[in-house]
């Protein structure tokens, strides 16, 4: 089982930025397919985005397109959700999730497919 650790969340004001990390332990890192979903209170999950094995495929929901970018250094074994303009709407709990996949293309977007996890970490925007 990989160990997860997610680091960067906090508390900013409206239009600030925060970067998330997630640093999967798995010797295979590279033959997964990451994503980014939030979760808050009563809801269901949500996806925020995803990227391919290689990072030659990116998806970002229409919801944080054109202000979160995903990427993934394979050599650190870690995923990036770079957040600017930050919205209030934007706070929730977001988590990393990966898959194995032997596609290269394939990005996920149900929080089904996924069956590694991380913990989560807090991102809370004030108005």
């Known amino acids: 089982q990989a160990q997860v650790e997610e680091s960067g969340g906090g508390l900013v004001q409206a239009g600030g930025s925060l970067r998330l990390s997630c640093v999967i332990s798995r010797r295979t890192f590279a033959n997964l397919a990451l994503g980014w979903f939030r979760q808050t209170p009563g809801k269901a999950r949500e996806f925020v985005g995803g990227i391919s094995r290689q990072g030659t495929t990116i998806l970002h929901a229409d919801s944080v397109k054109g202000r979160f970018t995903i990427s993934r250094d394979n050599d650190a074994n870690t995923v990036y959700l770079q957040m600017t303009a930050l919205k209030p709407e934007d706070t929730a709990v977001y988590y990393c999730?990966?898959?194995?996949?032997?596609?290269?293309?394939?990005?996920?977007?149900?929080?089904?497919?996924?069956?590694?996890w991380g913990q989560g970490t807090q991102v809370t925007v004030s108005s």
């Open positions: 999730a990966a898959q194995t996949t032997m596609s290269l293309n394939l990005i996920p977007t149900q929080d089904s497919q996924y069956y590694i």
